[in-house]
């Protein structure tokens, strides 16, 4: 356990610093230049006049994100110990004739401002582990589904030239499937396997599956064979967590021993209407945090975090606006959460 007390460890809690709560647990966010974060996790005399805007539109609405600048990564590892970055899921790091592209450059200019002790998680690009891809309004085949070389040469090799030793890990999502537009769960093993095992493993690999059909005993089994984590998701059409341990045969599979818990959006809600009611970030929205399945989110994540201790593994918990209205908040009511059963067992 920490040789912090538990009341210094609230109190460094509730000024957002997460680096201490508990030695299995590391806390991070998905993306991090959130301008409503800014009185939180990015001091106001640094960034207040600093902040940028894109404008996006979501289910017919526009909404103006804010933005504070990349150099901001070295106060957000002040207070978290992983970031996970998401920019990388919509194209590789080195695009046609393998020459470096718009990603190369921003995810180069995390690395110069991170500091050494930073660990990031990357999202593979989704031209690599999609099934089908939308274009033009509408969902195609992707024709560079599990292509390994691909993933190698684009996305791999360039991120570890530009992390090193901070990639801690890449996170392959793939995207919802119906039953009748999916293989089978052994088919889909099969396939994944294949992909797998012409790419090398030494950046460990978290598999995020968003069809609850393909979470089959034997799809789990060869997590744990290969040594894959399975990612814990709460989000739209998944299980929630306490569904998906159960469903790993209460194990974790990752073989560097760590896990991820991925904390999106509230089950049955679209990304959409979690971004318009989360929007603007700086604080939590009461439709997302104040219901029965965000107090269950909250005990599902607490209750892994000491599976992954009682396993001797290491739970990086990663929290989105989206679940929350504000992924700082969402991180601080979990670890207090996780100080409160650390109480109760040394009382018990």
């Given at each position: 356990?920490?040789?912090?007390?538990?009341?210094?460890?609230?109190?460094?809690?509730?000024?957002?610093?997460?680096?201490?709560?508990?030695?299995?647990?590391?806390?991070?966010?998905?993306?991090?230049?959130?301008?409503?974060?800014?009185?939180?996790?990015?001091?106001?005399?640094?960034?207040?006049?600093?902040?940028?805007?894109?404008?996006?539109?979501?289910?017919?609405?526009?909404?103006e994100?804010?933005?504070?600048?990349?150099?901001?990564?070295?106060?957000?590892?002040?207070?978290?110990?992983?970031?996970?970055?998401?920019?990388?899921f919509?194209r590789?790091l080195?695009?046609?004739?393998?020459?470096p592209?718009?990603?190369?450059?921003?995810?180069?200019?995390?690395?110069?401002?991170?500091?050494?002790?930073?660990?990031?998680?990357?999202?593979?690009?989704?031209?690599?582990?999609?099934?089908?891809?939308?274009?033009d309004?509408?969902?195609?085949?992707?024709?560079?589904?599990?292509?390994?070389?691909?993933?190698?040469?684009?996305?791999?090799?360039?991120?570890?030239?530009?992390?090193?030793?901070?990639?801690?890990?890449?996170?392959?999502?793939?995207?919802?499937?119906?039953?009748a537009?999916?293989?089978?769960p052994?088919?889909?093993?099969?396939?994944?396997?294949?992909?797998?095992?012409?790419?090398?493993?030494?950046v460990?690999?978290?598999?995020?599956?968003?069809?609850?059909?393909?979470?089959?005993?034997?799809?789990?089994?060869?997590?744990?064979?290969r040594?894959?984590?399975?990612?814990?998701?709460?989000w739209?059409?998944?299980?929630?967590?306490?569904?998906?341990?159960?469903?790993?045969?209460?194990?974790?599979?990752?073989?560097?021993?760590?896990?991820?818990?991925?904390?999106?959006?509230?089950?049955?809600?679209?990304?959409?209407?979690?971004?318009?009611?989360?929007?603007?970030?700086?604080?939590?929205?009461?439709?997302?945090?104040?219901?029965?399945?965000?107090?269950?989110?909250?005990?599902?994540?607490?209750?892994?975090?000491?599976?992954?201790?009682?396993?001797?593994a290491?739970?990086?918990?990663?929290?989105?606006?989206?679940?929350?209205?504000?992924?700082?908040?969402?991180?601080?009511?979990?670890?207090?959460?996780?100080?409160?059963?650390?109480?109760?067992?040394?009382?018990?």
């Amino acid at each position: 356990m920490s040789t912090v007390s538990i009341q210094d460890r609230r109190s460094a809690i509730d000024a957002y610093d997460f680096r201490d709560v508990h030695p299995n647990v590391r806390f991070g966010t998905a993306s991090d230049r959130y301008g409503g974060w800014i009185g939180q996790i990015y001091p106001a005399d640094r960034y207040a006049d600093r902040v940028s805007t894109r404008s996006r539109t979501l289910g017919g609405e526009t909404f103006e994100e804010r933005r504070v600048p990349i150099e901001s990564v070295r106060d957000y590892f002040e207070h978290f110990e992983v970031l996970e970055i998401d920019f990388t899921f919509y194209r590789p790091l080195l695009e046609e004739g393998d020459e470096p592209g718009s990603n190369y450059f921003v995810l180069s200019n995390y690395a110069d401002h991170a500091p050494g002790s930073a660990s990031f998680l990357l999202k593979a690009p989704q031209k690599f582990f999609a099934r089908s891809i939308r274009r033009d309004g509408q969902f195609v085949d992707n024709p560079g589904f599990l292509d390994a070389d691909g993933y190698v040469e684009t996305f791999l090799e360039p991120a570890l030239d530009i992390l090193g030793d901070r990639l801690d890990g890449v996170i392959f999502q793939q995207e919802y499937q119906r039953v009748a537009d999916s293989p089978s769960p052994e088919e889909n093993v099969e396939q994944l396997d294949a992909f797998f095992d012409a790419i090398p493993d030494e950046v460990q690999s978290h598999v995020e599956l968003r069809s609850e059909h393909l979470l089959s005993e034997s799809y789990f089994d060869w997590l744990a064979a290969r040594g894959l984590g399975h990612v814990f998701s709460h989000w739209t059409w998944l299980p929630a967590i306490r569904r998906q341990w159960s469903l790993t045969g209460e194990r974790l599979t990752a073989k560097d021993g760590q896990v991820v818990a991925r904390l999106l959006t509230p089950r049955d809600m679209k990304y959409a209407e979690a971004y318009a009611k989360a929007y603007p970030f700086d604080e939590p929205e009461s439709a997302l945090a104040d219901t029965e399945q965000a107090r269950d989110m909250v005990l599902d994540t607490t209750a892994l975090a000491y599976r992954a201790a009682s396993q001797n593994a290491l739970l990086n918990v990663i929290a989105n606006n989206r679940a929350w209205g504000n992924a700082p908040d969402l991180n601080r009511t979990i670890a207090h959460r996780i100080l409160d059963e650390e109480e109760r067992q040394h009382s018990s």
